[in-house]
């Protein structure tokens, strides 16, 4: 019996987010810094001796997670057993989510980006990590960046990385919604609102970021897609105004969210920033985090 893998993968926030027109092929091209941050899903792959690709869920929204087949994490590992002629490999994936469904935290592309690997190294497929990076991309827009880590520029859809090499570390507050958003209708709505502008990331959220300077950054956090979740779901103005109110030194929706993302000066201000948000009606659930950290890794 081959002993099971687990995997941890992180969550990730967009510190800068540059949105183009829609391109003609439904995408839209982006210039973004993606960093990961320390709210994790977990990954257990177990080898399945009759060939099935199966998934079972716990843990934050798993009661909201799409059905077997429309399962990114199932599509991955197919995928990978595709690519590599082994149709008869099987496997029982085990989700144990902290990262909410619909969030705008790249949750269902990290759990993708976590079965490939898991699956990699329970099968025995020794793949490149650049072909792993390849096949992600294949998947999803997000489901790259998951693998790396850390900061990266993202450009294309999102897929295209380069690593950032940035100093500091950052104290987050996450407010979770109390429903989530679908990424497709965040974008159509961003170019129903004629939203679309460039794609070049400003020198000076660069400079912030590679400075590792929260002070700097808080101001400056940026997400073309914001305007957007707002206008679908006005209320998350209300949550936004709230933690910048409890002392945050900025405040964003997180991708097409609809969390909000809040950047503290230090962790007893995250504290305070937390408490206040916690009472916030149009707030489910407050998480903190930091950032940026650590891509797929396999648990011992
Ligand atoms: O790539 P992914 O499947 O995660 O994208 C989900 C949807 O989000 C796409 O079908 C598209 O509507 C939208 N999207 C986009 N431009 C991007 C990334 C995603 O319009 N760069």
Same mark, same amino acid.
């Given at each position: 019996?081959?002993?099971?893998?687990?995997?941890?993968?992180?969550?990730?926030?967009?510190?800068?987010?540059?949105?183009?027109?829609?391109?003609?092929?439904?995408?839209?091209?982006?210039?973004?810094?993606?960093?990961?941050?320390?709210?994790?899903?977990?990954?257990?792959?177990?080898?399945?001796?009759?060939?099935?690709?199966?998934?079972?869920?716990?843990?934050?929204?798993?009661?909201?997670?799409?059905?077997?087949?429309?399962?990114?994490?199932?599509?991955?590992?197919?995928?990978?057993?595709?690519?590599?002629?082994?149709?008869?490999?099987?496997?029982? /994936?085990?989700?144990?989510?902290?990262?909410? %469904? !619909?969030?705008? *935290?790249? #949750? @269902?592309? =990290?759990?993708?980006? &976590?079965?490939?690997?898991?699956?990699?190294?329970?099968?025995?497929?020794?793949?490149?990590?650049?072909?792993?990076?390849? /096949?992600?991309?294949?998947?999803?827009?997000? %489901? !790259?960046?998951? *693998?790396? #880590? @850390?900061? =990266?520029?993202?450009? &294309?859809?999102?897929?295209?990385?380069?690593?950032?090499?940035?100093?500091?570390?950052?104290?987050?507050?996450?407010?979770?919604?109390?429903?989530?958003?679908?990424t497709p209708a965040v974008f159509r709505?961003?170019?129903?609102?004629?939203?679309?502008? &460039?794609?070049?990331?400003?020198?000076?959220?660069?400079?912030?970021?590679?400075?590792?300077?929260?002070?700097?950054?808080?101001?400056?956090?940026?997400?073309?897609?914001?305007?957007?979740?707002?206008?679908?779901?006005?209320?998350?103005?209300?949550?936004?105004?709230?933690?910048?109110?409890?002392?945050?030194?900025?405040?964003?929706?997180s991708g097409s969210g609809p969390t909000?993302?809040?950047?503290?000066?230090?962790?007893?201000?995250?504290?305070?920033?937390?408490?206040?948000?916690?009472?916030?009606?149009?707030?489910?659930?407050?998480?903190?985090?930091?950032?940026?950290?650590p891509g797929a890794r396999l648990l011992?």
């Amino acid at each position: 019996m081959v002993e099971p893998v687990r995997v941890r993968v992180p969550a990730k926030i967009n510190l800068a987010l540059c949105v183009g027109p829609e391109r003609g092929d439904g995408y839209h091209n982006l210039g973004t810094i993606f960093h990961a941050i320390s709210l994790v899903d977990e990954i257990r792959a177990q080898s399945e001796a009759t060939g099935q690709v199966t998934v079972r869920v716990k843990g934050e929204g798993a009661h909201q997670m799409p059905e077997e087949n429309a399962n990114l994490a199932v599509r991955a590992a197919k995928l990978l057993r595709q690519v590599h002629g082994h149709q008869g490999l099987g496997v029982e /994936l085990k989700i144990t989510k902290q990262i909410p %469904v !619909a969030g705008g *935290l790249a #949750g @269902g592309s =990290a759990d993708a980006a &976590g079965a490939l690997l898991a699956c990699s190294v329970l099968w025995d497929l020794d793949t490149a990590p650049e072909d792993l990076r390849l /096949l992600a991309a294949e998947l999803g827009s997000d %489901v !790259a960046f998951p *693998l790396i #880590g @850390g900061n =990266a520029v993202g450009t &294309g859809r999102g897929e295209q990385l380069m690593p950032m090499l940035a100093r500091g570390c950052y104290h987050w507050v996450l407010a979770f919604a109390h429903q989530g958003l679908s990424t497709p209708a965040v974008f159509r709505r961003f170019d129903e609102l004629g939203l679309g502008g &460039g794609t070049e990331l400003p020198d000076r959220v660069v400079e912030a970021v590679s400075a590792g300077d929260a002070a700097r950054l808080g101001p400056l956090l940026r997400n073309d897609l914001q305007d957007a979740a707002l206008d679908l779901r006005p209320e998350l103005g209300d949550t936004l105004e709230r933690g910048l109110r409890a002392g945050a030194l900025g405040g964003i929706v997180s991708g097409s969210g609809p969390t909000c993302a809040f950047l503290a000066a230090s962790e007893s201000e995250a504290m305070d920033v937390a408490a206040v948000l916690s009472k916030a009606p149009t707030v489910r659930m407050v998480r903190r985090a930091m950032g940026p950290a650590p891509g797929a890794r396999l648990l011992g």
